[in-house]
C-alpha cells in the first residue's frame, strides 16, 4: 500500500487492508445520511472486501513548517501552533485564515494526482480540537470532502487521530506545543468528572461511529510521549486497550485499527493486541534519522545503512506479532526545514537550534532544503537512494506511509516535489539503485 499525507487531511503508507462500499456520501450539507449525529449507524454501510497487497500512501498536515506563510502572516512571534493561532488573534482573523486554507490547500485534483502516482491510500490527520475554543472549529466539512474525493479516486483511508486533549507528546503537530503535555496526566478542560484520556476516546468512538464507513485504518493516536516516563508508558498502553474496545464495539468489523509505538520501540509492543484477543490491529512506525546530533553526523552511506538495519527487527514484529506499517517517514537527512523544530526554532545542523557555546555546526543548510532548484544532482542521487532504501523497509513489512504529500518551503519532505524533481519515481514500485541494503553505500 502506497499513501500521502496532507496538512489538515492526509499521509502515506502501505498495508493490506480492505475498503468498504459506501452507498451514502456524507457532504459538508448533510454530513450524517444515514442518521442523526447521535446514531450509532453513521456513514457506516456495506462491506465489499477489497484486498491490496501492500499500501502506499501520503499524509496532508498543517504545521508551521508546513505552511510558513501562515504563521508569518499573523505578524505575531507568539502564534506557533494551533492552539496559540486561535488564543492569540481574533477568532474573525483566524476562521478567515483557515478557511481560505482549507478549501485551497487541499483539493480534488490532489485526491487525482495522488491516485496517478501510483498511491492507494491517504493518511488524514485530524485534530480534536474542531469545537474546543480556543482552537478554531471549521475543518469538519473538508475533512468530508477529503473522504469523498478518496473514494472517487478509489484511495483508501487512514485517519489519524493526531491531536488530542492536553497535547499526547509537547510538539506543535499535537495542536499545541509545550514543554508539559498533560494528556496522560491532566482533566478535560479542567473538568473533574473526565480525563484527557476519556475525552481522546470519546472522540475516536463518535468518529467511528458517524464517518466510520468511509474509514479503513483509524489511527488511535499520533506520536503519544513514551518517553515522558513511566506514568505515561503505561497510560498509553492502558489508553490502547481501552480504545480499542470503545472502538471496536462500534466500528465495522473490517475496520482495521492502529497504534504506535510511542517512540519505545515494536519490541515493547510484544504480544500486544494480538489475535485472538483483538483483531485487525497495525502498528505504526516513523523512522526520521534528524532529531538528533548524533543521527545528523552521519554520513549518507551510515543514513542509508542505518535504514537497512531496521529491516530484520521490523520484519520479525511483523510476522510474529502485529501486521507494522513505516508509517512516517521522508528523504530528509537534515533538520534544516524552515521551522521544522519548530515556529522561530532552528537547526541542529547549522548550530542555530537554541545556540550557544556548545552547539556544534554541521554544516550549511543551503541547497539542502527549501527550494529544489537549489539542489544539486549529487544531492537529488542521494535523495533518490533514501527514498528507495525506505521504501524497502515498508515493503518488508505491510507498507509505508511518506510524510507529507505538499509543503511550501521544504522540497526534501514535498511528495509532489520528488515526483517533479525525480528522486521520487512516477511508479512507486520502479528502482534506480536496487539492493541498496546489500551493498550499503551510496556510490553510483
Not at 95 to 105: E, K, S
Not at 247 to 252: D, K, Y
Request: aromatic content about 12%; glycine content about 8%.
Amino acid at each position: 500500500m502506497w499513501s500521502s499525507t496532507f496538512t489538515t487531511l492526509l499521509p502515506s503508507i502501505q498495508c493490506r487492508l480492505t475498503s468498504p462500499s459506501r452507498s451514502q456520501d456524507a457532504t459538508p450539507d448533510d454530513p450524517f445520511p444515514s442518521g442523526s449525529p447521535s446514531s450509532n449507524n453513521g456513514t457506516n454501510g456495506t462491506i465489499i472486501p477489497e484486498g491490496s497487497p501492500f499500501v502506499y500512501g501520503t499524509d496532508v498536515i498543517r504545521g508551521p513548517w508546513i505552511t510558513p506563510s501562515i504563521f508569518n502572516n499573523t505578524g505575531n512571534d507568539d502564534i506557533v501552533d494551533e492552539f496559540t493561532f486561535g488564543q492569540l488573534q481574533s477568532f474573525d482573523v483566524a476562521n478567515q485564515t483557515l478557511q481560505q486554507h482549507w478549501a485551497t490547500w487541499i483539493t480534488a485534483d490532489d485526491f487525482v494526482a495522488i491516485q496517478e502516482a501510483g498511491l492507494n491510500h491517504v493518511r488524514i490527520p485530524l485534530g480534536f480540537w474542531s469545537s474546543v475554543a480556543p482552537y478554531i472549529p471549521g475543518a469538519w466539512p473538508y475533512l468530508l470532502k477529503a473522504l469523498n474525493w478518496a473514494k472517487a479516486n478509489s484511495l483508501n483511508v487512514i485517519l489519524d487521530l493526531h491531536g488530542a486533549p492536553g497535547s499526547q507528546n509537547g510538539y506543535d503537530n499535537s495542536g499545541q506545543r509545550t514543554s508539559q503535555p498533560v494528556w496522560a496526566t491532566g482533566n478535560f478542560n479542567d473538568d473533574a468528572n473526565i480525563t484527557n484520556i476519556n475525552r481522546t476516546i470519546q472522540i475516536l468512538t463518535f468518529i467511528t461511529s458517524e464517518i466510520g464507513g468511509m474509514v479503513d485504518v483509524l489511527e488511535l493516536l499520533n506520536e503519544a510521549a513514551g518517553f515522558e516516563g513511566a506514568q505515561w508508558a503505561a497510560a498509553i498502553r492502558q489508553f490502547f486497550q481501552d480504545a480499542y474496545s470503545e472502538v471496536r464495539n462500534v466500528s465495522r468489523p473490517d475496520m482495521k485499527i492502529m497504534i504506535g509505538d510511542a517512540f519505545l520501540g515494536v519490541d515493547s509492543w510484544q504480544d500486544f493486541l494480538t489475535s485472538p484477543s483483538a483483531q485487525g490491529v497495525l502498528m505504526d512506525y516513523h523512522e526520521y534519522q534528524i532529531f538528533s546530533v548524533p543521527e545528523l553526523q552521519r554520513t549518507q552511506d551510515e543514513h542509508i545503512s542505518f535504514a537497512c538495519s531496521l529491516i530484520p527487527d521490523l520484519s520479525n514484529f511483523n510476522n510474529q506479532n502485529l501486521w507494522t506499517v513505516l508509517g512516517e517517514w521522508s528523504a530528509a537527512s537534515t533538520d534544516c526545514a524552515l521551522w521544522l523544530n519548530g515556529r522561530n526554532v532552528g537547526s541542529r545542523w547549522d548550530g542555530t537550534w537554541f545556540p550557544g557555546p556548545g552547539s556544534p555546526v554541521l554544516g550549511s543548510c543551503a541547497g539542502l532544503t527549501g527550494d529544489s532548484g537549489n539542489f544539486s544532482s549529487d544531492y537529488k542521487t542521494f535523495l533518490r537512494k533514501y527514498w528507495e532504501v525506505q521504501v524497502d523497509i515498508g515493503e518488508s513489512v505491510q507498507g509505508w506511509v511518506w510524510w507529507t504529500w505538499k509543503a511550501e518551503n521544504a522540497d526534501e519532505w514535498d511528495y509532489q516535489k520528488g515526483l517533479a524533481g525525480g528522486w521520487i519515481p512516477q511508479d512507486p514500485t520502479e528502482k534506480l539503485y536496487p539492493g541498496l541494503c546489500s551493498t550499503n553505500s551510496t556510490s553510483d
